[in-house]
T-cell receptor
Framework: RKEVEQDPGPFNVPEGATVAFNCTYSNSASQSFFWYRQDCRKEPKLLMSVYSSGNEDGRFTAQLNRASQYISLLIRDSKLSDSATYLC????????????FGQGTTLQVKP | GAGVSQSPSNKVTEKGKDVELRCDPI?????LYWYRQSLGQGLEFLIY????????KSGLPSDRFSAERTGGSVSTLTIQRTQQEDSAVYLC????????????FGPGTRLTVT
């Protein structure tokens, strides 16, 4: 079983739609959680960290459920520029920055 | 300021040859990481360096892979006797410290083994 699992999609949505991505992780001792964004043939870039209380950054909302080992990302009012692959990322060990990546979920926002 | 840089951007090599990939982290970042992304695969961790501590090599797939970081700055990833399954994009990242700090990725080196 992969340590971090995501639905690969693709998710095809119209502009303005709300879309949600989910991710599960297998290691209950996981410490830190992130969403990264990767554009085609580009390097990943941090979108947002995910905190236990949930957090919001503009149109993006991230939630963490430690009991279910589940992370989500909600994008409201989708823009064409949101089209990318969204990577769920976990740090499982203490005192390390070693990132464990999910396979990524592809989002395509259509006009 | 300058971001993470990697060279070469593309490398084509014949099976069995050795290759060296270079990473220049962001100045002042003490932690440096190598990952690779294969076609159809996710990103996988290879190795990381933190200051003067012994590197975490737990992600290196075989003893053909090695890496070093000189002077706490530039890092070189070496793959000996390359195989076709080594074909991937090799990404380097750096962060100010480690643990939850944001990792900034370089553009990667696309390695093709023929």
């Amino acid at each position: 079983r992969k340590e971090v699992e995501q639905d690969p999609g693709p998710f095809n949505v119209p502009e303005g739609a709300t879309v949600a991505f989910n991710c599960t992780y297998s290691n209950s001792a996981s410490q830190s959680f992130f969403w990264y964004r990767q554009d085609c043939r580009k390097e990943p870039k941090l979108l947002m960290s995910v905190y236990s209380s949930g957090n919001e950054d503009g149109r993006f909302t991230a939630q963490l459920n430690r009991a279910s080992q589940y992370i989500s990302l909600l994008i409201r009012d989708s823009k064409l520029s949101d089209s990318a692959t969204y990577l769920c990322v976990v740090i499982t060990a203490r005192n390390t920055g070693k990132l464990i990546f999910g396979q990524g979920t592809t989002l395509q926002v259509k006009p | 300021g300058a971001g993470v840089s990697q060279s070469p951007s593309n490398k084509v090599t014949e099976k069995g040859k050795d290759v060296e990939l270079r990473c220049d982290p962001i100045s002042g970042h003490t932690a440096l990481y190598w990952y690779r992304q294969s076609l159809g695969q996710g990103l996988e961790f290879l190795i990381y360096f933190q200051g003067n501590s012994a590197p975490d090599k737990s992600g290196l797939p075989s003893d053909r892979f090695s890496a070093e970081r000189t002077g706490g700055s530039v890092s070189t990833l070496t793959i000996q006797r390359t195989q076709q399954e080594d074909s991937a994009v090799y990404l380097c990242a750096s962060s100010l410290r480690y643990r939850g700090d944001e990792q900034y990725f370089g553009p990667g080196t696309r390695l093709t083994v023929t």
